[in-house]
């Protein structure tokens, strides 16, 4: 046989390349936004568009699916050409999947800021856009699949393994996650409710870190970290026992984001679980790529892509083993909603995602150009700037979640809560937030120095888009000597190795999911419990629309500390009508699951207008366009019969007569708004997010004293 000749793509590359390096300083600048915001409110810059509410998942989405999304993109397409001796399966499908990724991320820059949210963590981009990210999902792995098997390299590399793993997961993540029923063209709800979309979102939000964040990370270090380091991968047979167990225990894991709340015992056992055993193959990742470098240590000294290495799969390592410890309920119960988890997930995005992304593109940019980096020193400059700016994120985020937490558990001697107040907490850790935007910062300005220095590199350089290259065609299968185990002949035969990847995720995916959505003991109702009232339904999507949940969690944990300060503690049957659910993740403010009747109506009118008129000191957004926007009841026949549909029980042709009912309940507000000599029409908006707020945990006040 004779050696075929043909082209590597190398322009998809280069326009991934480009893409992380604008998104990254995009969605890192926000992110700096977002972090000043936590103690200076003016940065909300006083309008409804640009309050942390708003552009705190922006930010999220910028840096997890266009920063780290393109990066993942850039790295598959230049590693699998390589390791398949193959040029891309389809020029015309790169050009698709890169441009309806960018039109993807561009849709959620404008929807989010808009209010257009699901608000479901990761995920909070509306239905119309989750279609599109299927659809562009698909179009990736046509071509990757396409590629695979025009290869001319029979056995398939590790890192490809750990490629088909992140796509047929993330492809069963979204679907499952994404089951909604739209009501209007950027509004729908979540099919599950309370506990059950609380699981649903936890097991996804997890693993999304799991396979989007993690597994093709891994890939790309597989393949780069031996190129750069110029040896060979430390044990094959580690990177087996990595692949496999690691996929297999990730899937479990995502129930210990709900640990004391109201999610069955079983399920929350079962994420503890399997968290903890997760350290091995997370760990055996870690070391099999650290001791891929025995041996190249000088090399490390010297060589700045090494470096960033080095320091990437420390930050995994760090991560991989403070995660698990943060899933044991006792470490949970104090690390849980405090800032602590945001230096924790801020580890490992800025050092492993981060990093490992900066050595990868100093390491692709120059080959596809034909030319050495522009400076050696400004890498250098790159990583230490990026270095010091996590240890100076992450040091004051770890000492804020420690403080603040510690001050809403604490007791005096009598057996009152020392701290009463939540806000004593927040004006305590101020400090720190100053001090992690300084670390954002500086991270930042490494980012933009990398941008300038491969922008020389690739001005100095020539694009070589079609990089001719030659190999062997692929031998016949029948033609092959058998493999001497099981798993070489798997590596062979990549629909067999995708599908039982597919099985192993599935099955914990099955035993978590199904009990609680098939079996209603799990999650057993209240008969006091009643379907949100028409303005009160409008008014928690404008809760929804203004990302409240992103500072304020709505459920009480069984522990005394928060019983005394918030309430009774939160009950499965409390959320059965909750489409989606609103538990949120982090506690910049106090927890609202018992906030109705606990202020009249004028307190929530002016602590919206202005919240440090009734809480000094606060950092909290002002809302005053609440004040003036008039409330949209065209929706509300659609939203009631949205919500009969997922099976609230509102009668037969309420909707009719809903925004009746809806105007009754307003107009009572507006009036006992003015007896407080406040003078607001019944049909703005403030009123309706004033209904919700007061009906928030009043069923189960009403269910205590029903049992009197």
């Known amino acids: 046989?004779?050696?075929?000749?043909?082209?590597?793509?190398?322009?998809?590359?280069?326009?991934?390349?480009?893409?992380?390096?604008?998104?990254?300083?995009?969605?890192?600048?926000?992110?700096l936004l977002v972090a000043i915001q936590m103690y200076a409110p003016g940065a909300n810059?006083?309008?409804?568009?640009?309050?942390?509410?708003?552009?705190?998942?922006?930010?999220?989405?910028?840096?997890?699916?266009?920063?780290?999304?393109?990066?993942?993109?850039?790295?598959?397409?230049?590693?699998?050409?390589?390791?398949?001796?193959?040029?891309?399966?389809?020029?015309?499908?790169?050009?698709?999947h890169f441009w309806g990724w960018q039109l993807i991320i561009v849709s959620a820059v404008i929807t989010l800021p808009l209010g257009l949210t699901t608000s479901h963590e990761y995920a909070e981009l509306e239905w119309p856009i989750d279609i599109a990210i299927t659809i562009i999902w698909v179009v990736f792995g046509i071509n990757m699949f396409g590629t695979i098997f025009k290869r001319r390299e029979r056995h398939l590399y590790v890192a490809i393994w750990f490629y088909i793993a992140t796509f047929v997961t993330i492809a069963v993540l979204h679907i499952v996650n994404s089951v909604e029923l739209p009501v209007g063209a950027f509004k729908s709800y979540m099919v599950y409710a309370g506990v059950q979309d609380a699981l649903v979102q936890w097991w996804y939000g997890h693993n999304a870190v799991a396979f989007f964040l993690t597994t093709p990370y891994l890939g790309m270090m597989y393949y780069f970290l031996p190129k750069m380091a110029n040896r060979p991968v430390y044990s094959y047979k580690l990177s087996i026992l990595h692949f496999w167990a690691l996929i297999f225990i990730y899937i479990w894991a995502g129930p210990h984001h709900l640990l004391y709340t109201s999610l069955p015992g079983w399920a929350q056992s079962l994420g503890v679980a399997f968290s903890i055993m997760l350290i091995a193959p997370s760990w055996g990742g870690m070391i099999n790529g650290l001791l891929t470098l025995?041996?190249?240590?000088?090399?490390?000294?010297?060589?700045?892509?090494?470096?960033?290495?080095?320091?990437?799969?420390?930050?995994?390592?760090?991560?991989?083993?403070?995660?698990?410890?943060?899933?044991?309920?006792?470490?949970?119960?104090?690390?849980?909603?405090?800032?602590?988890?945001?230096?924790?997930?801020?580890?490992?995005?800025?050092?492993?995602?981060?990093?490992?992304?900066?050595?990868?593109?100093y390491w692709i940019i120059p080959r596809i150009y034909k030319t050495e980096l522009f400076s050696k020193k400004l890498a250098s400059f790159h990583f230490w700037a990026g270095t010091l700016g996590i240890i100076f994120y992450a040091v004051p985020m770890y000492w804020a979640g420690f403080t603040q937490s510690l001050m809403l558990k604490e007791f005096n001697p009598d057996g009152m809560l020392k701290?009463?107040?939540f806000l004593e907490s927040?004006?305590?850790?101020?400090?720190?937030?100053?001090?992690?935007?300084?670390?954002?910062?500086?991270?930042?300005?490494?980012?933009?120095?990398?941008?300038?220095?491969?922008?020389?590199?690739?001005?100095?350089?020539?694009?070589?888009?079609?990089?001719?290259?030659?190999?062997?065609?692929?031998?016949?299968a029948h033609t092959l000597a058998k493999e001497s185990t099981f798993h070489r002949t798997l590596e062979r035969r990549p629909i067999q190795l995708m599908v039982l990847a597919l099985i192993t995720i599935l099955v914990g995916s099955v035993i978590e999911l199904m009990p609680t959505m098939t079996i209603s003991s799990n999650v057993p109702t209240i008969a006091s419990v009643k379907p949100y009232t028409p303005l009160e339904l409008q008014g928690r999507d404008i809760y929804i629309r203004e990302g409240c949940s992103n500072c304020h969690s709505q459920t009480i944990?069984?522990?005394?500390?928060?019983?005394e300060r918030y309430g009774e503690y939160s009950k499965a049957g409390e959320f059965v009508y909750d489409h989606p659910f609103l538990w949120?993740?982090?506690?910049?403010?106090?927890?609202?699951?018992?906030?109705?009747?606990?202020?009249?109506?004028?307190?929530?009118?002016?602590?919206?207008?202005?919240?440090?008129?009734?809480?000094?000191?606060?950092?909290?957004?002002?809302?005053?366009?609440?004040?003036?926007?008039?409330?949209?009841?065209?929706?509300?026949?659609?939203?009631?019969?949205?919500?009969?549909?997922?099976?609230?029980?509102?009668?037969?042709?309420?909707?009719?007569?809903?925004?009746?009912?809806?105007?009754?309940?307003?107009?009572?507000?507006?009036?006992?708004?003015?007896a407080d000599k406040i003078e607001v029409k019944s049909d703005k908006e403030i009123v309706a997010i004033i209904a919700y707020l007061q009906r928030l945990g009043t069923d189960i006040k009403a269910n205590k004293t029903a049992t009197k």
């Open 294 to 361: 025995r041996g190249a240590w000088d090399k490390v000294r010297d060589d700045v892509n090494l470096k960033f290495m080095v320091v990437a799969l420390t930050a995994y390592g760090m991560a991989t083993f403070e995660g698990p410890m943060l899933s044991l309920k006792q470490i949970n119960g104090i690390a849980h909603f405090s800032d602590w988890i945001v230096a924790h997930v801020h580890v490992g995005a800025l050092g492993w995602n981060g990093f490992l992304t900066f050595a990868i593109l």
């Open 1 to 31: 046989m004779q050696p075929e000749n043909f082209y590597y793509d190398n322009k998809i590359v280069r326009n991934f390349g480009i893409a992380t390096i604008v998104w990254g300083i995009i969605g890192m600048t926000v992110g």
């Open 584 to 674: 949120g993740s982090k506690r910049t403010g106090p927890d609202l699951a018992r906030i109705g009747g606990k202020y009249g109506n004028a307190w929530h009118y002016n602590h919206m207008m202005d919240p440090r008129l009734m809480s000094p000191g606060s950092i909290m957004p002002e809302y005053s366009w609440l004040l003036t926007q008039k409330l949209d009841t065209t929706t509300t026949i659609a939203k009631i019969n949205g919500m009969r549909k997922l099976g609230v029980p509102y009668a037969a042709g309420y909707e009719n007569i809903a925004n009746q009912d809806l105007d009754k309940q307003a107009k009572e507000i507006a009036a006992n708004l003015y």
């Open 557 to 563: 944990r069984p522990f005394r500390s928060e019983t």
């Open 419 to 421: 701290y009463p107040n």
């Open 426 to 476: 927040t004006l305590q850790i101020l400090p720190m937030h100053m001090m992690r935007s300084v670390g954002g910062a500086i991270y930042l300005l490494g980012v933009i120095v990398m941008g300038y220095n491969l922008y020389r590199t690739m001005r100095q350089g020539s694009l070589v888009a079609n990089e001719g290259a030659q190999a062997m065609p692929l031998e016949p």
């Open 45 to 96: 810059l006083h309008n409804q568009f640009t309050t942390f509410g708003r552009i705190r998942p922006l930010h999220t989405n910028a840096v997890i699916f266009a920063f780290v999304g393109n990066a993942i993109f850039m790295g598959v397409y230049y590693s699998l050409q390589r390791l398949l001796k193959a040029r891309m399966f389809s020029d015309a499908l790169s050009k698709i």
